[in-house]
């Protein structure tokens, strides 16, 4: 029997969940996708990739991915998450997006985010007050919304779970498994997608990579998103006034 069949079978009597992923043009692909096969497999989950529209929406990987519901179709939600990217500070100044934000957690059991999707849960004024990770290099950041800064992988505040840059979707993802079907379930997802990290480079964060390229990093960041920090910042002087 296959592993989804068996998830299937164990899971039969679960309570339903659904789960939505905000969707805006320019997020990082695998801060949604690889949570969202980790969720996908808690067992009678519905999943909707939401956006404003149902048109395609262009990943900063440079292909789409295709919504399954706008923002009027799903109004409320068990599980909210929201991805990061570099779309991220454009979609801060969408009010649409923000307001749905705000709409669908306001009644949503579990309100998350992956790398730096906690940038635009702050910008809706959904982590004031909270413990939030976000990617190490936007993570000093979340203190402009009145939020608390954590360098960990995966941060629980309450209802609010976040996790830090991209992969760390996967570590979220699994921990949130394990706090809503418990600890065995999770092994038993992780053991099915074969998570087992053994990275070929000790250079995944700043404190362990060369000086060298963490400056690469910072200055391909600062040509994609040119005065990115400063947008950043002028967005959460305005929301903080208001």
Request: charged content about 20%; proline content about 5%; glycine content about 8%.
């Amino acid at each position: 029997m296959g592993s989804c069949a068996v998830l299937e079978e164990t899971l039969s009597e679960v309570a339903p969940l659904h789960i939505a992923f905000l969707l805006y043009p320019n997020l990082t692909q695998l801060d949604l996708t690889g949570p969202a096969q980790v969720l996908s497999r808690l067992g009678d989950v519905k999943l909707d990739l939401v956006a404003k529209t149902r048109d395609p929406v262009l990943t900063d990987a440079q292909f789409a991915l295709l919504p399954t519901a706008a923002f009027a179709q799903v109004p409320r939600t068990d599980i909210l998450c929201v991805p990061g990217g570099f779309g991220t500070v454009a979609a801060m100044e969408d009010e649409t997006t923000l307001a749905w934000l705000r709409q669908v957690a306001g009644t949503a059991q579990w309100v998350t985010s992956v790398c730096t999707g906690a940038l635009l849960l702050a910008a809706a004024g959904l982590l004031t007050g909270y413990r939030a990770a976000c990617h190490w290099a936007s993570r000093d950041q979340l203190a402009w919304f009145g939020a608390e800064p954590v360098a960990e992988r995966v941060v629980f505040d309450r209802n609010r779970v976040s996790g830090g840059g991209v992969t760390a979707g996967i570590d979220f993802a699994l921990t949130l498994t394990a706090a809503i079907r418990g600890e065995e379930h999770a092994k038993f997802v992780q053991l099915s997608l074969e998570y087992d990290p053994a990275p070929p480079f000790d250079s995944g964060s700043p404190e362990r990579a060369d000086a060298e390229t963490v400056a690469r990093y910072r200055a391909m960041v600062e040509k994609l998103a040119p005065g990115r920090a400063e947008k950043v910042r002028a967005i959460a002087e305005r929301a903080t006034r208001g």
